[in-house]
């Protein structure tokens, strides 16, 4: 019997759409396969980028795993998707790739070729996914629970501004 296909897929603004998530549905659907989720941090947000793809993936694990039907592993890399592909192929190998982008050019991973460029560094089939609704996917059940970090000094940083989740 062979192995499930491995599947990388690579998002971030669009890791919770409508749009990705039917596309991790439909690539389940077509056979055995498992899902490893890739969000690079955003360059705009960094020092903050990583706690960002923190919060994308609260977000997105739950929703890829419900249309995967099982578990999705998650990666955080660098700001630049590129490279972050490169590092996670370093150790890990995919039979396939999604790619999800912002739509036109709001998308800097699509100016910048990128699905094309990882299906010519990768050698593996590259979907694009492009998610014109931004609005995340509705979850079903109850939200995680999450432990709030303890104020630090930084904390008023984030008082009332976009860090600001309440």
Do not use: K
Not at 9 to 19: D, F, G, L, Q, S
Not at 142 to 157: D, F, I, K, M, W
């Amino acid at each position: 019997m062979a192995e499930p296909a491995r599947i990388l897929v690579v998002a971030n603004r669009t890791a919770a759409t409508p749009a990705l998530i039917e596309a991790v549905r439909e690539r389940a659907r077509r056979g055995p396969c498992s899902f490893a989720l890739l969000v690079p941090q955003l360059a705009c947000e960094i020092p903050y980028g990583d706690e960002e793809a923190r919060m994308t993936l609260e977000l997105a694990i739950p929703l890829l795993e419900e249309a995967a039907g099982g578990s999705v592993t998650s990666m955080i890399g660098p700001a630049d998707a590129l490279l972050a592909v490169e590092r996670v192929l370093v150790h890990e190998r995919f039979d396939e790739v999604i790619v999800s982008t912002l739509p036109g050019e709001a998308s800097r991973w699509t100016r910048n070729d990128l699905p094309h460029r990882v299906a010519a560094y990768t050698g593996v089939p590259v979907t694009h996914v492009v998610a014109m609704d931004m609005r995340p996917e509705p979850r079903h059940g109850p939200p995680p629970q999450t432990e709030r970090a303890p104020l630090g000094p930084l904390s008023v940083l984030t008082w009332g501004g976009r860090g600001s989740r309440g």
